[in-house]
Structure formats: C-alpha cells, structure tokens
C-alpha cells in the first residue's frame, strides 16, 4: 500500500521525515517512541528515511514541503492537520496530538 492511501484511513498518523546522520533527529527518536507508548491504539507513527525512501520524500514534498530534516506531519483521514520543521520535545508534541484526538 503506498504511503498516501495509508494516510486516508481512521489512525491518526504522526510522519517523521529523518535523517540517520541528522542529530536533531536521533533526538527526535526518543520522544517520538515515548509518543508511542502513550498513544499505542490511537497515533501510528510512520518514519520515513529521507535518503533511502526517496520517492516517498519527494511525493509529500511536492505536496506538503518537506523542507529539511526533521519534519514532522499529523493526518487524520488523509487531511493534513499539523507540520512541524525541526525537534518538538516531548511533551509539546503530546499536547498537540492531545488537542486532535478529543
């Protein structure tokens, strides 16, 4: 299933735009697997490599502007809802994934 059709169904995902060489995003890493652990049935987390997934990266830059690493993306029924360019910690990226799941 290619990444945009995932995107429309009923889960909310949470797309990080990385990098491996990126340390802002091995720092984004950990909060994004606390992320997680406290929404497990509610936010899919969906990481995207921007070196090897190339066709992926290049698709949602055309559309939403992947403009560096890392970048995160929230949809719900493939409706875009909130990006972010660079590090969001840890409990701001809760409340804002808070604020859409009610």
Known sequence: ???LDK????NFYLIDF??????PCQLQLQFLENLKE?????VEIIKIDVDKEKVSTIQFDAMYQVNG???LM?????KLLWKHYGVKFED???EIVKQ???
């Not at 995107?7 to 009923?10: A, K, L, R, V």
């Open 7 to 10: 995107i429309q169904g009923n």
């Open 74 to 78: 929230l949809f719900h029924q493939g």
């Open 92 to 94: 701001d990226l809760q």
């Open 100 to 102: 859409f799941l009610i």
């Open 1 to 3: 299933m290619d990444l």
């Open 38 to 42: 406290k929404f497990p049935d509610n």
């Open 69 to 71: 690493v890392p970048t």
């Open 18 to 23: 990385y990098a491996n060489w990126c340390a």
